[in-house]
Every structure is written in C-alpha cells, then in structure tokens.
C-alpha cells in the first residue's frame, strides 16, 4: 500500500472529477452532515428530555475535545493516504488491507443507514410542517419518497451543486440558532447558568444516551478527507475544513443545547412533554409565533441536507469498493459528463428504499422507531472506526510509516482511541436504554458492524487468494 496517492483512474468508468471541492465547501458538506438544527429537534432534544437533561451542553464539549486530539492524527494521516473511503485507506494503512476491507463495509453500513434515516425525518417533519400550518395531511414517506428522488438527482450531478445548496442551508442554520439564542439570552438571562459543565449534571441520568447523541452530532466529518479525491489542493483543504468543521460545530451546538436549557426553568420535563416539538415551542415562546412554521422548514431542509451528505459519503464507499473488486465493479463507474459515481448512487438510493420499507409497511413512527435503531448502530460503526483509525496510525507511525511528531502519531491516537472505547463500552452496556427498546431484533443490532467486518474481511482473503489484487487507496 502506498504511502501517498495521486488519483485513480478504473477500468470500469475513469477517475471521480478532480478540483470540484474546497476547504469551505468541505467544511460544509461537515456540518450539513451533522445538521445543527436536525440534531436540536431530535438527538439533542431527546438527550434533554430522557438522557442526562441540562448536563448535555457539558457533554457535548467533553465529546468536542475527544474529536479534536483524534483530529489531529486524522489529518496526519490524510497527508500520506487519499481515497473516497477514508476509513477503508486510513485502517489499511496500518493494520493490513484485510482490517482495511472491513472497516469500510462498517463505514457503509453507517453511511447507508445514516442516509436511510434522515430521509425518514425529513419525511417526518415535512408532514407535521404540512399539516400544523397547511392543513395538509399525507403520510410521511409521501414527502420521503419526493426528497429521496431530489438526493438521487443531486447525487448524480455530483459535490459542486450539492455543495451549494448544503453551504447555503448551513448558514440559515447558523442563521437560525444565533437569533434563537440572543432572543433567549434578552429574555432570560438567568438562565445561562455554568451548573451545565458541573460532573453532577454531566453524568445524572442516561449517560449512555447522552453520549451518543453528541457522538452522532459531530458525524461525517470523515467527509472531508471522502472528498479528498475531489478537492482541490487536497491535503490543506482536508487539513483546514476538518478542524474547521470541528470548532464551527461545538460552537452551534454548545449554542443551541445551551439555549434551549436557558430558556425553561425544568428543561427535561419540558423536553419529555414532547421532545419533537421542543425547539419549536421554544421558538414560539422567545421569537414569536411566526417563528415557529420557519424553525420547523428550516429542520426539514436541514434534515434533507443532511441526507444529501450521507448520500453523497454512503454512495462514495460504493464506488471505493467497486474500484477495489469487494463490490460489483460497475458501482465504480463515473458519469462520463459530470464525473460522479452515478451507479454507486443508485445503489445508495435502492439501499435506503430498503431500509425504510418495512417502516412503511409496518406503519412505524420513522422518529420513535427507526431513529433509536439507527443512531446506536451508526454510533457504534463510527466509534470503532475512530479507534481502528488511531490503531492504524499508532501502528504505522512505530513502522516508522509516518514522520510527524510523536504527539500527534502516538500520544494524540492512543488518548482518543482510549476514549473512544470507554464511550462505546458505555454505549453498548446500557444499549436498551439508548435505543429505548426491549426488543431482541433491537437489541441484536450491534452485531450488524461486526458481520459487515467480518463479511470485509473475509471478501478481501477470497478475493486475494484467488488471485485477484484489491487496491485498497487511490494510487
């Protein structure tokens, strides 16, 4: 495997189109993965109202700080190793092409089902906007199927219109968020109390919850190094866009979480009233009753934003593993005129029809239901990712693989790493009460990342000892 890349062209369909991407478009495909005003009307509102209460705001930065050391390894790593799926080089690059086979069928299992997800939401919220200020009562996957169509369109058109219209929903978020708070911090200044950074409020309550809410708030920011192979000038991009996601994001949701707290004298019981609507009310209640029909637009779009970005990262692994031979090589095809992966996208698209159609057939709540199963596996995918990707580097930096310091190749790697697996350890022994459900099939969930590895690993020595090479980077 090679220390450093310098683009792919494939049998099945050429190379994805080079200089399409920047650090700011990067930055915002980030955070229109993790969705500021998606994540306040549900994770965030749910951890308020049945995880630790006020004490997510300090979780919150506890998480923040976690991601930043690991941040910087990340992007040390991203200067030596360029792919559309990140995690797939980054593991392989230090622990084997067979570990590296593995990690990205986790990674497209999260992805896939990240996408599948905010599809629903956005279904979701598009039908209670509807019916709440239109008097327009169709089901939810009705607007489901119509945003799942537009996310194919986009996918197939590529990053440069995607990110225009994720930078754009971004700022309005931000937009948002800012006048919510200042309108709360005017009205209730007595609110904004420090109490919310104090370990009795952290950790009173759903802990395990808690965490992987904030753990899901901060997802996708392997989007910038996704996008590597689209970037222009593509290590300072990935390398800016990275922390620059990171310190956008921690500022927003500190903002917001803390926002929503400062505005009620009980928060959780505010919140476990009806935690979907909690952000509206509060709107409502600080800015005015015109407010509440344009918070509640706002996180439909950003619900389908962020759908667009899981889209465009699940579709990405698709084309990787194409490439590689791990999936059908047509998912390796480009589009001859817009230089996408365009049958790697309708693969996406098929995949969340998959997956949101037992839902519909069933007659299940897309937010009660589908969301807990969901965020725990993608919670759990993502975090074991992290750690295999400080293994990795950690590994390869005693190979003496990589010549940055050892505070970045060793000491930042191993104190994420360590924190990365309490959080998961904490996850996984309190799952039921994460994902709120006593069902066996929800329970058994978790082992959904396992079987996608052990189904990688062993595609990659089938495929090997067969004879046939698996390109598991971009060279």
């Not at 995690?87 to 999260?110: D, K, N, Q, S």
């Not at 439909?300 to 990405?316: D, E």
Request: with cysteine.
């Amino acid at each position: 495997m090679s220390a450093s890349t310098t683009g792919t062209t494939d049998a099945a369909g050429g190379s994805l189109r080079r200089g399409t991407i920047g650090a700011v478009g990067l930055t915002f495909m980030v955070v229109a993965a993790a969705a500021p005003l998606t994540a306040l009307a549900s994770n965030l509102s749910l951890s308020l109202a049945f995880g630790v209460g006020a004490g997510t705001v300090g979780l919150l930065l506890v998480v923040a700080i976690v991601l930043s050391v690991f941040a910087a390894a990340y992007v040390a790593l991203s200067r030596h190793v360029t792919n559309a799926g990140a995690y797939y080089a980054f593991i392989g690059f230090g622990l084997g092409r067979g570990a590296g086979a593995g990690a990205a069928f986790v990674a497209t299992l999260a992805y896939n089902l990240a996408a599948a997800g905010m599809i629903a939401a956005t279904g979701y919220f598009a039908d209670v906007t509807a019916l709440a200020y239109l008097g327009v009562d169709l089901p939810w996957w009705s607007y489901g199927a119509v945003a799942l169509l537009a996310t194919a369109y986009l996918g197939r058109r590529g990053v440069e219109v995607a990110q225009v219209f994720t930078t754009g929903v971004s700022l309005l978020q931000f937009a948002v968020i800012v006048l919510l708070g200042l309108a709360v911090l005017a009205q209730r200044p007595e609110g904004w109390s420090l109490d919310v950074f104090t370990p009795g409020a952290m950790f009173e309550g759903n802990v395990a919850m808690t965490l992987v809410f904030c753990i899901l708030s901060f997802v996708g920011f392997e989007a910038t190094a996704i996008y590597g192979e689209e970037a222009r000038a593509a290590r300072r991009s990935i390398k800016v866009a990275t922390f620059a996601s990171i310190v956008l994001l921690v500022g927003v949701f500190v903002l917001s979480t803390w926002s929503i707290v400062a505005a009620f004298p009980d928060v959780r019981s505010e919140a476990a009233a009806d935690p979907g609507s909690l952000v509206f009310r509060t709107a409502d209640a600080y800015l005015g009753g015109w407010s509440g029909s344009l918070m509640s637009t706002m996180v439909t779009i950003s619900f389908f934003a962020s759908g667009i970005a899981f889209h465009n990262m699940a579709a990405r692994y698709h084309y990787s593993l194409g490439r590689s031979g791990l999936l059908p090589r047509p998912c390796a095809a480009v589009h001859p005129r817009f230089g996408t992966p365009h049958l790697a996208s309708a693969v996406q698209v098929v995949v969340s029809v998959v997956v949101l159609a037992p839902f519909v057939l069933l007659g299940a709540d897309p937010i009660l239901n589908l969301f807990p199963a969901v965020s725990g596996v993608t919670s759990i995918s993502l975090t074991t990712l992290m750690v295999g990707c400080c293994a990795s580097i950690v590994v390869a930096a005693l190979r003496g693989r990589l010549p940055e310091s050892r505070w970045v190749t060793v000491g930042a790697p191993v104190l994420s790493g360590a924190g990365m697996v309490l959080i998961c350890a904490i996850v996984l022994g309190n799952y039921d009460e994460v994902t709120g459900s006593t069902s066996a099939v929800i329970a058994a969930m978790p082992l959904l990342p396992l079987a996608a590895f052990g189904y990688g690993v062993v595609a990659y020595a089938v495929r090997t000892r067969s004879g046939q090479d698996v390109e598991i980077d971009a060279s």
